[in-house]
């Protein structure tokens, strides 16, 4: 049973979170007082950040980008899945309706997901997730297995998974749709070293991936 000492210790650090919050809201109106007011009239955000759920990931601060910058989704492994239909409800509201310009699917390395989906240990209802990362592995295995660094080969996955997502996103009708009216957004392919706090561009070439694809997987005529 938790402690008197315990309980105290929860309730300085919520306290906290909403003193930080005045700090937080202070720094923004000392610089710009109608900062908020401004921002509660819309958004406009230029990017769209897809990323893991992984509280050391903390997209505005490794941006450096203000709120209203950034729209973003997070989900295990930054992973951009056909049936998950909330994930694609904001990628289709970002590009229709938000008209982003860049679209950014941002994994990390010390990625716990992907950890997890190169094991053989079940995991109860997250099996089904972990698999999409495994079927990232199996479409990319002779690759990986030619790596024989675990540590390497766990950070070559990381990044192969980023760019199977990105794939994921140009495979939908909405983007292809986007990008044969001129309007689509631009799509990246990140991930953020954590023990550096750098971020890194694994430079994914998306227009030359929709021409590859195109045979396949182009439905819009």
């Given at each position: ?48 950040f ?14 450096g ?7 973003v ?18 990628i ?8 982003v ?7 990390h390395y ?7 989906a ?7 209802l997250?099996?089904?997730w ?10 990319h295995?002779?690759?990986l297995?030619a ?7 766990y ?5 192969l ?18 990008h044969?009216?001129?309007?689509a957004p631009?799509?990246h392919?990140?991930?953020?070293d ?8 694994l ?5 030359g991936q929709?021409?590859r ?7 819009n005529?």
């Amino acid at each position: 049973m938790p402690t008197t000492k315990h309980y105290h210790i929860m309730n300085e650090t919520y306290r906290k979170v909403f003193e930080n919050n005045r700090k937080w809201i202070e720094s923004h109106t000392s610089k710009k007082p109608d900062f908020f007011e401004h921002l509660a009239k819309g958004q406009s955000p230029e990017f769209l950040f897809i990323s893991c759920a992984d509280s050391r990931v903390p997209v505005n601060n490794i941006m450096g980008l203000d709120p209203g910058e950034v729209f973003v989704h997070r989900n295990v492994a930054n992973l951009v899945v056909n049936t998950d239909m909330n994930i694609h409800s904001v990628i289709l509201y970002a590009i229709m309706h938000l008209k982003v310009k860049h679209v950014v699917v941002c994994g990390h390395y010390n990625c716990g997901g992907v950890a997890a989906a190169m094991g053989n240990q079940s995991l109860g209802l997250i099996d089904g997730w972990l698999r999409e990362i495994r079927d990232v592995y199996r479409l990319h295995a002779a690759e990986l297995d030619a790596i024989e660094d675990e540590g390497a080969r766990y950070n070559r996955l990381i990044e192969l998974n980023v760019f199977e997502q990105c794939n994921n996103i140009l495979k939908t009708e909405y983007f292809q749709k986007s990008h044969a009216d001129g309007g689509a957004p631009s799509v990246h392919g990140w991930v953020f070293d954590i023990s550096k706090g750098e971020l890194i561009d694994l430079d994914y070439d998306y227009k030359g991936q929709m021409d590859r694809m195109k045979s396949i997987y182009d439905i819009n005529g």
